[in-house]
T-cell receptor, first 115, second 114 residues
Framework: GAGVSQSPSNKVTEKGKDVELRCDPI?????LYWYRQRLGQGLEFLIY????????KSGLPSDRFSAERTGESVSTLTIQRTQQEDSAVYLC?????????????FGAGTRLSVL | DAKTTQPPSMDCAEGRAANLPCNHS???????VYWYRQIHSQGPQYIIH???NNETNEMASLIITEDRKSSTLILPHATLRDTAVYYC???????????????FGQGTILTVHP
């Protein structure tokens, strides 16, 4: 596709439910990142995938958060037993060729609301 | 990664040049300066980057001082659609443990008015 695609664009869920967010990176991009942005705040790094290397999970806030990526394609971010503090916009970004020059291309995000 | 300091907000008249400053006095020799912006309700968008020479692309110009301790992003003819939060980020480009997350500070809220 032309850009990074994220789905759904909006997700409303009840506290305690699990949610799965999807990211389709730009074709050919080997690096993929997930960030979280709470209302009025900056971006918080969550996780980073680079090719077949072990992902950098250092930003995941708790063991309720996990992410998978199949090869150099789609990634899913799963939040189990959602809490109200998980409400945020979840942003995905991808980069070509080992994070070339660190230019990251972002999707529009998934706005998650936990009631 | 070097820390950056930006003014919290700036105003600019439509059609005029917007000059957004960034201080990065602790920048190391091989760290690049990157600029991104985030328009309301959208994901961040890459604008430009540079090491020590001035750079220009279709979106903006980047002026880096000779000592590399500060830089200025220039939008030559600002439009209403340029209203956004602008982030200045300093880091190594890639390789080893240096690739990965971008650290976004608070940025500068640029408001372009008619």
């Amino acid at each position: 596709g032309a850009g990074v695609s994220q789905s759904p664009s909006n997700k409303v869920t009840e506290k305690g439910k699990d949610v799965e967010l999807r990211c389709d990176p730009i074709s050919g991009h080997t690096a993929l990142y997930w960030y979280r942005q709470r209302l009025g705040q900056g971006l918080e790094f969550l996780i980073y995938f680079q090719g077949n290397s072990a992902p950098d999970k250092s930003g995941l806030p708790s063991d309720r958060f996990s992410a998978e990526r199949t090869g150099e394609s789609v990634s899913t971010l799963t939040i189990q037993r959602t809490q109200q503090e998980d409400s945020a916009v979840y942003l995905c970004a991808s980069s070509p060729v080992q994070g070339f020059k660190n230019i990251q291309y972002f999707g529009a995000g998934t706005r998650l609301s936990v009631l | 990664d070097a820390k950056t300091t930006q003014p919290p907000s700036m105003d600019c008249a439509e059609g005029r040049a917007a000059n957004l400053p960034c201080n990065h006095s602790t920048i190391s020799g091989n760290e690049y300066v990157y600029w991104y912006r985030q328009i309301h309700s959208q994901g961040p968008q890459y604008i430009i980057h540079g090491l020590k020479n001035n750079e220009t692309n279709e979106m903006a110009s980047l002026i880096i001082t000779e000592d590399r301790k500060s830089s200025t992003l220039i939008l030559p003819h600002a439009t209403l659609r340029d209203t956004a939060v602008y982030y200045c980020i300093v880091r190594l480009p890639a390789g080893g443990t240096s690739y990965g997350k971008l650290t976004f500070g608070q940025g500068t809220i640029l408001t372009v008015h008619p």
